[in-house]
Every structure is written in C-alpha cells, then in structure tokens.
C-alpha cells in the first residue's frame, strides 16, 4: 500500500495532459472522485481540485451558491479516512439485516429483470412488425418496372428498414435474457 503522500504526488503530477488547441495550450488534470463526491446538503456534485499553496492538498468543494452548508469545502483526506475506518471495522450487519438487506436487492433485480423482459418483447415486437413490411414491399416490388421512380424509392425505404432490423436483432441478441 503506497502512501497519501506518494498517491498526492501521483495523481498531481503524472496524469497531467496537455493538449493544444486553437493555438494556445490547455492542462488538463485527474483528479479521483470526480463526479464521485455529492454535497450532502444541496446533492450536487463537488468539484475536485488542489490547493493552491505550496504543498498542494486535494480538496472537494461545493460550488452551489444557494447551498446552505457553511464549510464549502473538506480535504479528499478527511473523505479517504472515514471511508478507511468504515471498511476496516466492517458492515455488521446482524443476521436480521442482513437477511432483510437480502430481500430489498432481490426485489430490485427482479423489477430490472421484468423491465429488461419487457424492453426485449417491445423490440421483438417492433422487429416483426418490420419484417412484415419488408415482406410486403418486397413483393409488390416485383411488379414495378426497375428504372421507376417508385421502385428507387421502395428499394431505398426496403434497405433501411433492413438496417433497422439487423440493428434490432443485434440489440435482442446482446440483451436476451
């Protein structure tokens, strides 16, 4: 395990990009937590950026103005310390809440598992309803002169509804259950 220090040191100084644009240079920096870190009392992201003195300490700041917190701001190491001591002593849960935890995330994926059913009988749905018309402009196709305006245009709808198909098929496929 590396130090706060040496991981400071890291995410400051090695992940520095720079990318040019329009003529003048841009630094673009990583920071962890970024888009991580929510403001408990106005539930907007908090920015994440350094200090500005000479040892730079990261810092996540509120920037809502209406937010009513008073202290805009709390340093990354105070967050990494309580996350710390939260996973070094353990959830505890007692076999009742586990047992009750258990329960609630089943219900949740069974209510995602019904929703992805249904999303992938919607699309199937939509897929045969596309087939049939493809089938039938096919077939009244066969009856229009070739160098006709009409056929151009059935042959070019008959094509994207074609694309359409293949790329719903590809979306049941990857989503069957």
């Known amino acids: 395990m590396i130090?706060?220090?040496?991981y400071q040191k890291k995410i400051i100084l090695k992940y520095k990009k720079t990318t040019r644009k329009k003529g003048y240079r841009t630094e673009k920096n990583f920071y962890p937590f970024r888009q991580l870190i929510a403001c408990v009392y106005c539930k907007k992201n908090m920015w994440i950026a350094p200090s500005t003195g000479a040892r730079p300490y990261l810092y996540a700041r509120c920037g809502t103005k209406?937010?009513?917190?008073?202290?805009?701001?709390?340093?990354i190491k105070v967050v990494l310390d309580y996350l710390y001591s939260f996973f070094s002593e353990g959830l505890n849960f007692s076999e009742h809440e586990y047992r009750k935890y258990l329960e609630k995330i089943k219900v949740i994926l069974?209510?995602?598992h019904e929703e992805l059913q249904r999303q992938c009988l919607n699309k199937q749905g939509v897929l045969n309803q596309l087939t049939h018309e493809i089938n039938e402009r096919?077939?009244?196709?066969?009856?229009?002169?070739?160098d006709s305006p009409i056929y151009r245009a059935?042959?070019?709808?008959?094509?994207?509804l074609q694309a359409e198909a293949s790329s719903l098929e590809n979306d049941i496929k990857k989503n069957k259950i």
């Open 154 to 160: 059935n042959e070019k709808k008959i094509l994207e």
């Open 66 to 75: 209406r937010c009513e917190r008073s202290k805009k701001s709390i340093r």
């Open 3 to 6: 130090s706060a220090k040496q």
């Open 110 to 112: 069974e209510k995602k």
């Open 138 to 146: 096919s077939l009244k196709i066969i009856h229009i002169e070739e």
